[in-house]
RNA sequence: GGUCUCAUGGCCGAGUGGCUAGGCACCGGUCUGCAAAACCGUCUACAACAGUUCGAAUCUGUUUGAGACCUCCA
């Protein structure tokens, strides 16, 4: 349905604002995200980001936008500190599991696309690797020492701040100015072979203990920290493409960097919008291993964390995500999931109760227009929440419709159906938990919960109670309901 | 120290210069042998102070508090 198409409208970190959405080429997306870094698991802060911008690339394709999604892979070391003597933060786990630097992208690189699984996220259009584009970034360092904005140091290869800055202006997105970065305390390094301590590496000379080395036109050595986005982006999405997405975290230096590299190589921002997805707090704190509240993804969901005390679905915790925006903080605790829970609990019961409502001649509201506020509330920069809170009060009317208390026609409990089974799966990406699904089981359910009716009827109290309890200690909860038995 | 963001009811969280989301909890009700579940109803909040305005929680200023980034970070 929908023939009115909404106004999407974007909140670009490049100005601060939203702002309506055009794409460069009609009907077409370019969304570049920055992916996980295989040196490690990803917690669950890195899950939000990925599972955020999984929101906003379904809600584009519910948008019939063609979409092309290119999030990358980093599986070549980066420089872990300012002073650039610490390259390869893959190497140096490597080092530490005493494996070779393959098996740890290797490793985690199979966990990654596991959690993509767990948690319900569609894949990228394409996944291109660090490593498998070394060439690439060569290629685009090459073309910014020719356009001045870089110089070869020792075997290694710097972005040249203050010449760019003469040209460009560096620091638009994060809000910096050179001037003012020159003003902190910080000093170069005697060693330090940048001319300008803003200035940042684009190709490091190899160290003897890194485990991952390339040939380069200045000498072997491992790309720079931010030049791998530059060049695949470029490569998959051309020179200036849409949408570039990435946490709140990576705006400065990551991005920023990016902007200089592109303008630096090709002339221009590689992005009309920026995007930044907020934090993840857990019990009211960033998540730290110090402070205790930091976890996996995969724990939560096993329920092996000692953050809290119980499982939780990852339909919870997506669900839990997606009632908040993706541009403010979210604090998971305790009772924000119980909460989730009970809240995606109630909606799963009314999608289902969408397949066996009875029909009337007329409808009690117009559904055309709640349908109309989804697709409102998607456009308005993505607002998942607003979403939730639309299609919570077509739960509400779909409970009244199956107590008789409101109506709905054939033709509108098809379209309701439709679209509020695509936009909790495939716009919030939220899988429907069948009850009742297995299979042997239900037969048997049907046999024992017949019985106890028998009892009941009978008021053998004693019996049917002792059948309730006795399920319940299986896990199986009985509930007596106006037109029978159900459990789950 | 610099740059910036945010402060919403018991909790999580949207949003808006006047019509004051949503989820969860609480309380009341319907249902029920009891209970649970389910459903319905109710609860009227926006840090403090001052200002602008017919009118502000929403705009401005000050204060207090929290957080982020400035170093790898989703």
């Not at 991005?255 to 009309?272: F, L, R």
């Not at 909860?477 to 789950?488: F, I, L, S």
Request: charged letters at 25%.
């Amino acid at each position: 349905m929908s023939t009115i198409k909404n106004e999407l409208l974007i909140y670009n970190s490049l100005s601060g604002q939203k702002e309506k959405f055009e794409p460069i080429h009609e009907n077409k997306v370019g969304m570049y995200v920055c992916g996980p870094t295989l040196y490690s698991e990803p917690h669950m802060g890195n899950m939000r980001t990925f599972i955020n911008f999984d929101m906003i690339y379904r809600c584009l394709l519910k948008l019939n936008y063609q979409v092309k999604y290119v999030r990358n892979i980093t599986d070549a070391g980066h420089i872990t500190n300012s002073a650039g003597d610490e390259v390869d933060s893959i190497g140096k786990v490597a080092r530490l599991e005493q494996v070779q630097s393959l098996e740890i992208v290797y490793k985690y690189n199979v966990k990654f696309q596991e959690l993509q699984r767990i948690y319900n996220m569609l894949p990228p259009n394409i996944e291109p690797t660090a490593t498998g584009h070394i060439q690439e970034q060569i290629e685009t360092i090459e073309k910014i020492i020719e356009n001045g904005f870089a110089y070869v140091v020792n075997g290694s290869v710097y972005f040249d701040v203050k010449a760019y800055s003469e040209k460009f202006e560096y620091g638009t997105l994060s809000g910096r100015v050179v001037d003012e970065l020159s003003e902190e305390t910080r000093v170069l390094n005697a060693q330090d072979e940048k001319r300008f301590f803003a200035d940042f590496a684009l190709w490091k000379k190899a160290n003897p203990e890194d485990m991952q080395i390339w040939r380069s036109p200045w000498g072997d050595g491992n790309p720079g920290w931010h030049i791998e986005c530059t060049a695949m982006s470029t490569k998959y999405l051309g020179a200036h493409f849409d949408i570039h997405g990435g946490g709140m975290d990576l705006k400065f230096p990551h991005h920023e960097d990016e902007i200089a590299q592109n303008c630096g190589s090709v002339g221009c921002n590689p992005a009309k919008y920026w995007m930044h997805a907020n934090m993840l707090n857990v019990n009211g704190q960033k998540m730290s291993k110090s402070l205790g509240n930091f976890f996996l993804p995969k724990e939560i969901v096993e329920g092996t964390t000692t953050v809290f005390e119980k499982a939780y679905s990852p339909n919870i915790i997506r669900f839990s995500m997606m009632q908040a925006h993706y541009r403010s903080t979210l604090d998971f605790t305790a009772d924000s999931l119980d909460a989730a829970e009970k809240g995606f609990s109630r909606l799963s019961e009314a999608v289902e109760k969408l397949a066996v409502l009875k029909t009337s001649t007329t409808s009690s509201i117009s559904i055309p227009d709640i349908i109309q506020s989804f697709y409102k509330a998607m456009s308005d920069d993505f607002n998942a929440p607003i979403l939730l809170a639309k299609i919570f009060d077509a739960v509400k009317y779909i409970n009244s419709v199956n107590d008789g208390k409101a109506t709905i026609t054939k033709q509108d409990l098809e379209l309701l159906s439709v679209e509020i089974n695509s936009f909790v799966t495939d716009v919030l990406g939220l899988t429907m938990e069948k009850l009742n699904s297995d299979a042997k089981l239900a037969p048997v359910m049907d046999l024992v919960l017949d019985i106890r009716k028998s009892a009941r009827e009978n008021k053998d109290w004693t019996t049917s109670d002792k059948i309730r309890d006795g399920l319940a200690i299986a896990g199986i909860e009985v509930k007596d309901g106006k037109e029978g038995t159900t459990w789950n």
